[in-house]
């Protein structure tokens, strides 16, 4: 895909800040230090349009970028939460709910570190989108750590736990190598060519 156009349109928290526009959202979710922003840098060749911090979990809002005036990429908080308080928990679980339940997402990317296996908060995620009927394609980061043979041991270690559904797609990423970019662009063209029929 040629991106003409990337425009962040603003954070949100409440639900009257989102987009009324009905464009498709392809929302990214991971746990707060997976590389999520890093991902999304990536896949836009913008090297800041979302914020990489050294402190994993800082993304704090809904993150709305729109995309050649057509599709928005959205940035839901990273879970696991690092370095804030129970109540901060709480408010983040209450806005990430919130979004889920009043957007139309037409495709969930789930971003898993493929050196480890997903954890109870990325089941919790992965259930969540499975139970709302939501695409779902998995993306195992930081593919640049690992050999070919420890990626594929990987990865069935990860299907183990995840128990994926058959038409659920699993794609490895680094954000160092650019490994699948574009093939993740193409998924991701198929899948808008479908929802805007």
Same mark, same amino acid.
């Given at each position: 895909?040629? *991106?003409?156009?990337?425009?962040?349109?603003?954070?949100?928290?409440?639900?009257?800040?989102?987009?009324?526009?009905?464009?498709?959202?392809?929302? @990214?979710?991971?746990?707060?230090?997976?590389?999520?922003?890093? @991902?999304?840098?990536?896949?836009?060749?913008?090297?800041?349009?979302?914020?990489?911090?050294?402190?994993?979990?800082?993304?704090?809002?809904?993150?709305?970028?729109? *995309?050649? &005036?057509?599709?928005?990429?959205?940035?839901?908080?990273?879970?696991?939460?690092?370095?804030?308080?129970?109540?901060?928990?709480?408010?983040?679980?209450?806005?990430?709910?919130?979004?889920?339940?009043?957007?139309? *997402?037409?495709?969930?990317?789930?971003?898993?570190?493929?050196?480890?296996?997903?954890?109870?908060?990325?089941?919790?995620?992965?259930?969540?989108?499975?139970?709302?009927?939501? &695409?779902?394609?998995?993306?195992?980061?930081?593919?640049?750590?690992?050999?070919?043979?420890?990626?594929?041991?990987?990865?069935?270690?990860? /299907?183990?736990?995840?128990?994926?559904?058959?038409?659920?797609?699993?794609?490895?990423?680094?954000?160092?190598?650019?490994?699948?970019?574009? /093939?993740?662009?193409?998924?991701? /063209?198929?899948?808008?060519?479908?929802?805007?029929?």
């Amino acid at each position: 895909m040629i *991106i003409r156009s990337v425009t962040f349109e603003g954070s949100a928290v409440e639900t009257w800040q989102y987009p009324k526009d009905n464009l498709p959202q392809i929302v @990214f979710s991971g746990r707060s230090n997976v590389g999520k922003s890093s @991902f999304i840098n990536a896949m836009l060749n913008r090297k800041n349009i979302a914020r990489v911090s050294q402190t994993p979990g800082k993304t704090r809002l809904v993150n709305f970028f729109l *995309i050649n &005036e057509a599709f928005y990429f959205v940035d839901i908080p990273g879970y696991g939460y690092a370095n804030v308080n129970k109540q901060q928990i709480l408010d983040f679980q209450t806005m990430i709910d919130q979004y889920l339940t009043s957007q139309e *997402i037409t495709l969930a990317v789930l971003l898993l570190d493929i050196r480890r296996t997903p954890n109870s908060d990325d089941l919790l995620m992965y259930e969540y989108f499975k139970t709302a009927g939501v &695409e779902i394609l998995i993306v195992l980061t930081k593919a640049d750590k690992l050999s070919n043979n420890q990626k594929f041991n990987q990865k069935k270690a990860i /299907e183990k736990v995840l128990k994926p559904r058959p038409m659920d797609t699993f794609i490895t990423f680094s954000a160092e190598t650019m490994e699948h970019r574009d /093939e993740i662009w193409d998924y991701f /063209e198929s899948h808008l060519n479908q929802v805007t029929k």
